[in-house]
């Protein structure tokens, strides 16, 4: 069998965006904030940030180290609103290295990752706080595990709340 670069380099990149998607995932199943849905939240980002990724959520906040340290902080920042829709937009990947065999398995390799985020939280007051930011990702392969986040910086380009009426307002009733 020959190696098909192109190929193996163009599923390598929908792999690290697929990192972005899953986060956005686990971090709504966070936001329901039920023993559960934070147990399963904290089971996907265990699968999708290295065990020392560092994550930066900006200047408000302390950077945190690994996926559990993680899941406190959005449990402390998301605990107190109802639930949240996070919605990935653009994602840009650069493969920045990748080193395959003769069967085109991936060996090793590193990769930037831009993601756009829309981020809905719903208040109790019948309102909706509307985050908008950037995340920037490097992400790296771990043999015989895929691949993985292993730094995650947040920026925050906008933000405001926005009345919905009647139709938001379930928020921790």
Same mark, same amino acid.
């Given at each position: ?9 163009? =599923? *390598? ?8 998607? $899953?986060?956005?995932?686990?971090? %709504?199943?966070? !936001? ?31 950077? =945190?180290?690994?996926?559990?340290? $993680? &899941?406190?902080? &959005?449990?402390?920042? #998301? ?5 949240? /829709?996070? #919605?990935?937009?653009? =994602? ?8 395959? %065999? ?17 981020? $809905?939280?719903? /208040? ?7 985050? #908008?930011?950037?995340?920037? %990702? ?7 595990? !895929?691949?993985?986040? /292993?730094?995650?910086?947040? =920026? ?10 009647? *139709?938001? !307002?379930?928020?921790?009733?």
């Amino acid at each position: 069998m020959s190696c098909h670069e192109t190929a193996a380099k163009t =599923q *390598a990149i929908q792999e690290v965006e697929y990192l972005r998607r $899953w986060y956005a995932k686990a971090t %709504d199943q966070i !936001g329901i904030a039920t023993p559960e849905s934070i147990a399963e939240g904290r089971a996907i980002y265990h699968r999708i940030f290295t065990a020392d990724a560092q994550l930066d959520a900006g200047p408000d906040r302390e950077p =945190q180290v690994g996926p559990d340290a $993680w &899941v406190d902080l &959005v449990v402390g920042a #998301l605990g107190e609103l109802g639930p949240t /829709q996070h #919605l990935i937009g653009t =994602q840009l990947v650069e493969i920045k290295s990748l080193e395959l %065999d003769a069967e085109c398995k991936v060996l090793a390799g590193m990769a930037s990752m831009e993601s756009y985020l829309q981020a $809905w939280h719903e /208040q109790k007051d019948e309102k909706v706080w509307l985050f #908008l930011g950037t995340y920037f %990702d490097e992400a790296v392969f771990i043999p015989g595990t !895929g691949w993985r986040i /292993q730094k995650m910086k947040l =920026q925050q380009v906008a933000g405001e709340t926005r009345y919905m009426g009647a *139709a938001v !307002g379930s928020a921790l009733d």
